[in-house]
């Protein structure tokens, strides 16, 4: 579920937009940057939080 709403996110911005994404749990710090790039898009840097989670940077493919 958490691509859906990532590739929502994406498709509402511009080509080469920027998105920020907070990701918890194995699965989607895995499978959402492979998914991204997959798809066209870039993954600009991974930071990992204090908490746990993953902040993604990622860039918009196409245009």
Do not use: C, Y
Request: charged share 25%; aromatic share 4%.
């Amino acid at each position: 579920m958490t691509f859906v709403r990532t590739r929502l996110a994406l498709d509402r911005l511009a080509p080469g937009g920027i998105l920020l994404v907070k990701l918890r749990g194995e699965e989607p710090r895995a499978n959402i940057p492979r998914t991204a790039v997959e798809q066209g898009h870039a993954v600009l840097d991974a930071t990992e939080q204090p908490d746990g989670s993953l902040w993604l940077r990622l860039r918009k493919g196409g245009g």
